[in-house]
């Protein structure tokens, strides 16, 4: 802040200290200062009325402030602030910050203060990409009791009401989210937060596509270094508990135990120097997960090591038999994954069914910005593979795929595309063998060659635009009681928000 200038008038009586025009100038603020000073009750309150450009807030960012907040007198004399706020970001220096709200932004709101010193807060809005305050109140009385009431909706976790009682010591909170995604779809997420003398006890119930879930854990923050102890908690049908606790290096140490639903196993953490060290090993003996999913395991065997830094360590192997999702069934598979300071390789390879055989093996070689990805396998003894290992880039916003071609003992198809922020795909397809798609789809039974052109587009959440021209010979389509007879088509459509054609 650079040629700050103070310019006004105080008023003293009754040892009280009060000033509404005091101006305040500098390269970055425009404003009026008002304080209320009680000298006698060491009690001093102040506001401004103007704009602070381009404040910076450690750890947060850098932010621009407008206020416009006045005196008013008290319903039993003195004064109190009655006032506007706004506030827009300039800069995001959080990272988790910026991805949450996926960008900057904007906020307002009235505020005041009564001659007793109770803070409120009304009418408070907010929006941002990915983040939209709808509504919001509250206040915090001289007696530390606070009450905070919000409704937002968040575009990856869907409506959120928050409500919060009790005190700054002793909080109560409410937060409600009905369709929260936080990789795994989940529901109806009612999540408590109490404190209490130990520290805070976190109670959270919902739903998932593997039933439901629900944990119990108390963060313990009143003595010694901070440590987690999870009580009981359910996912998926299996239950976990255990305690961990932060190192003095800043990591934390501990074990989570797991078991049910034919899953047992553990998770341990250490500190790997400063940083975090998980390690993971796990069994599956006849496992059936609950829920709509419908999940079966005969036998797994699952072990990783990982070290989280920047450029993390993860050394992973897992083995699976005898499962089965819906209308996928895994014989046997074997994933393994050794990456290390940006760089490493992946394996995978796999049969089983899904209405028709498959088999696949892929390996890939890691690199900081570069996947390269080597393809084979056979889907209803169609043999499938790359002509080159595909070469995925990654890129601001997300990944781009460069031209590669997929062959089959009858035709091809080329692709290309970006995958992000913006998902575009180009394919070209020649003599395509359309029976390679019942791998995807079980109970498909397609069969046909097909010639012709793909080009799809979605920026972000909007809706989709597509174009297509095809050309496809003796297509037919067989059941368990008949298969149809073969038939030539063509056809061209169009995809948008507008409309959708199709011409055959």
Known sequence: MNNLRVKGDFAYAGGKLISDNLKIDSDRIDATAIILADLENAVYRGALKGRVNDYKIDGVGIVNLNTDVELIPGPKGGFGLSGRFGVRTARWDNA?????????????????????????????????????IQSGSGSYDTNGAIAFDAAATSRQYGPLALTVRGTMERPQAVLRAARPNVGVQLSDVVAKLNGEAA??????????????????????????????DVTRA????????????????????????????GITGAIRLAAVGKAQGVNVNATASNAKLPGDAEILIGRAIVTASMVLTDQPRIIADAQIANAAYGDYIVRQARAKLDYQGGRGKAQLIADGSSGVPF???????????????????????????????AIIRTEPGGYRLEPATLVLPQGKVDLAGRFGDTTALQARFKDFDLAIA????????????????????????????????????????????????????????????????CAA
């Open 96 to 132: 988790s910050v910026r991805d949450f709200l996926g960008g900057n932004a904007v906020a307002s709101g009235r505020i005041g203060m009564t001659p007793e010193g109770k803070f409120t807060l009304a009418g408070l809005k907010g929006a941002a990409p990915n983040f939209t």
């Open 199 to 228: 520290g805070y006890r976190l109670e959270a119930t919902g739903g998932s596509p593997y039933g439901p879930f629900f944990a119990n854990v108390l963060i313990r923050t009143a003595q010694g270094p901070l440590t987690i």
């Open 234 to 261: 359910r996912f998926a049908g299996v239950d976990m508990n255990g305690r961990i606790q932060q190192s003095a290096a800043g990591p934390f140490t501990g074990q989570l135990a797991m078991n049910g639903s």
């Open 359 to 389: 088999s696949i093996a892929a390996n890939a070689a890691l690199r900081p910005d570069l996947y390269a990805v080597a393809l084979q396998g056979k889907a209803a003894n169609i043999a499938f593979r790359l002509a080159q290992p």
């Open 438 to 501: 019942n791998m995807a789809s079980p109970g498909l039974g397609i069969g046909g060659r097909m010639t012709g052109t793909l080009d799809y587009v979605q920026q972000g959440s909007a809706f989709p635009t597509a174009t297509t021209r095809l050309a496809i010979a003796d297509f037919r389509r067989s059941s368990l009681s008949a298969v149809s007879d073969p038939v030539s088509m063509s056809m061209e459509g169009k995809l948008s928000s507008q409309a959708v054609t």
